[in-house]
Nanobody, 126 residues
Framework: QVQLVESGGDSVQTGGSLTLSCVAS????????MAWFRQAPGKDREGVAT???????RYTDSVKGRFTISQDSTKTTSYLHMNNVLPEDAGTYYC????????????????????WGQGTQVTVSS
């Protein structure tokens, strides 16, 4: 079992910055690969950023160059650094964990993630 707890959600102005955190606890946490998803009201949950096997990162196109995913050396805490935030970035952000490698085309497939946090809310004001 793995437990994920997100924090850091807040209200941010368009063009501003925000960092979300996700603390993972439980069995063999370090062997899981972490990702961030988000869900806007009335929309499907979408993948935002994730780590892949060699430790590199992948991002959905809409956040490339603005968001950065990182994690601490123990791999128990992951972060989503959000810069130049846009109104379309608003929503509930979820941390998720998957066990083992995943083909590139499935990196943001929700069904491949075994554990989810409760979410943290990001609102964007103009």
């Amino acid at each position: 079992q793995v437990q994920l707890v997100e924090s850091g959600g807040d209200s941010v102005q368009t063009g501003g910055s925000l960092t979300l955190s996700c603390v993972a606890s439980g069995n063999s946490v370090s062997r899981y690969r972490m990702a961030w998803f988000r869900q806007a009201p009335g929309k499907d949950r979408e993948g935002v950023a994730t780590f892949v096997k060699d430790g590199s990162t992948r991002y959905t196109d809409s956040v490339k160059g603005r968001f950065t995913i990182s994690q601490d050396s123990t791999k128990t805490t992951s972060y989503l650094h959000m810069n130049n935030v846009l109104p379309e970035d608003a929503g509930t952000y979820y941390c998720a964990a998957r066990a083992g490698p995943t083909p590139e085309y499935r990196l943001f497939n929700r069904m491949d993630y075994q554990y989810w946090g409760q979410g943290t809310q990001v609102t964007v004001s103009s």
